[in-house]
């Protein structure tokens, strides 16, 4: 007789595509999935809450890993609701819409605790916290969108591919970014969307919505947010936080109590570490990769009258190979660096600096770890942490962590 597949992986053995098993979700791992267990070998199951019982399928094995998706929920978690967007688990935007708010904070703990301790191989503090998004939908200010001109489709790509998912509406999307996706869907639907234009970057400010590439020409006008009593100006093609409400805090813990004579804000973007850093250091510098970014780090600091800082425009780890050396003494480094983390010869470079203090701001706890071991063979200990929820919704957490030379101590 034919056995199923369910009967197959009851049966034992190693796992394989399209085995069907059931498995419990022990806790939430770096990446967002679930970790569960079958037959002695580790199951990587999508959109899981914590506590899920669940019937679910490998989609593939990968280096004896299992990676899985939900067929049926047989107990769920306590922590788990429904996911309230339409497109959730085929949309790769969002991955933790299954998980109530509390559950998705806690998770984020776990993450970074467990980025410390297996990949940074620092213990960590008994106590990350973490704060809070005020607002736990519509908070994103910035949106980019697939456009697929075959099909007539605009939205982000599905989950693991770049087929464009058609959104009409993004529960995370800010009012007014969401009004102009709304704008762009009737454009496309009249044949106004140049086929050539794939990919549309959104940003919003005090100037309302900002559009690169530009429809009209008030979609390039410049935008401007206030952080924390200082004005920055951006524009559609620059990096600017996503999450406005808790920039002014974010901001704060960057810098801590820092003070001194000479300050670095590595990865700078437009400016926003770098003006507050200008009012307590004597002299600054930063150093930022796209130059209209840069150009606009310069604005903010002439309008904010700060002469005392200067801006680089360059790749961090050639600016500091090359120029780090006249520099003299460095009291506090501050770096900010995308995604992937910090190169090895930035990390190498700021340790040549010997500052008493570093602060590495992060928006992936995984890279941050591995920087932060490179940091602590450098000579440097992890003094703080602290996370912020920038991105609801999503696996995704900003961390700041403050690091000290050996010798020092917090004051
Ligand atoms: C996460 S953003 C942080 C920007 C800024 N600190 C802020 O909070 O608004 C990282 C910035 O690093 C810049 N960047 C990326 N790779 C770089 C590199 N290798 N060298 C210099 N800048 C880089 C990007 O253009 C972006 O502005």
Not at 328 to 342: M, S, Y
Request: proline fraction near 6%; glycine fraction near 8%; include cysteine.
């Amino acid at each position: 007789m034919r056995q199923t597949r369910r009967e197959e992986a009851e049966r034992g053995g190693r796992l394989r595509a399209g085995a069907e098993l059931d498995v419990s979700v022990e806790r939430i791992l770096p990446g967002g999935v679930g970790l569960a267990h079958a037959r002695g070998q580790t199951v990587f199951v999508a959109l899981a809450a914590p506590g899920d019982r669940a019937l679910v399928r490998v989609e593939s094995v990968r280096g004896g890993l299992a990676f899985a998706s939900i067929r049926e929920i047989i107990q769920p978690s306590p922590a788990r609701v429904e996911p309230p967007c339409p497109y959730f688990g085929r949309c790769g935007g969002c991955d933790f819409q299954q998980l109530d708010y509390k559950a998705q904070l806690a998770a984020k703990v776990e993450i970074i605790r467990d980025c410390l301790r297996r990949v940074a191989r620092v213990e960590p503090p008994r106590e990350i916290p973490i704060t809070p998004s005020p607002e736990v939908w519509h908070y994103r200010s910035r949106a980019r969108w697939q456009h697929d001109p075959r099909r007539k489709f605009l939205g982000y790509y599905e989950r693991g591919s770049h087929r464009v998912v058609d959104v009409a509406e993004c529960p995370v999307a800010a009012p007014a970014v969401e009004d102009s996706l709304q704008r762009l869907r009737a454009l496309m639907r009249e044949g106004r969307l140049s086929d050539d234009a794939l990919e549309f970057e959104a940003v919003e400010g005090d100037e309302g919505v900002s559009l690169a590439p530009a429809i009209e020409p008030e979609d390039s006008r410049e935008q401007s947010r206030e952080v924390g009593g200082e004005r920055y100006r951006f524009g559609a093609g620059c990096f600017f936080q996503i999450n406005h409400a808790l920039l002014e805090s974010l901001v704060a813990e960057g810098l801590g109590d820092a003070a001194g004579e000479t300050a670095l804000d590595l990865y700078s973007g437009v400016g926003l570490f770098t003006l507050p850093l200008a009012r307590r250091f004597a002299r600054v510098v930063a150093v930022e990769g796209n130059p209209a970014s840069a150009e606009y780090a310069r604005r903010n600091l002439a309008d904010a009258a700060l002469p005392n800082a200067r801006v680089e425009t360059s790749a961090v780890a050639d600016w500091l190979a090359g120029h780090a050396e006249g520099l003299g003494h460095t009291d506090f480094v501050l770096l900010d660096p995308p995604r992937a983390g910090a190169e090895p010869e930035t990390v190498r470079g700021i340790v040549a600096l010997s500052p008493r203090r570093i602060s590495y701001v992060s928006c992936d706890p995984a890279t941050l770890a591995r920087d932060l071991r490179a940091f602590a063979e450098g000579g440097y200990r992890v003094a703080s942490v602290r996370a912020f929820d920038l991105f609801p919704q999503t696996h995704h957490v900003e961390t700041v962590v403050h690091l000290l030379g050996e010798s020092q101590t917090l004051v």
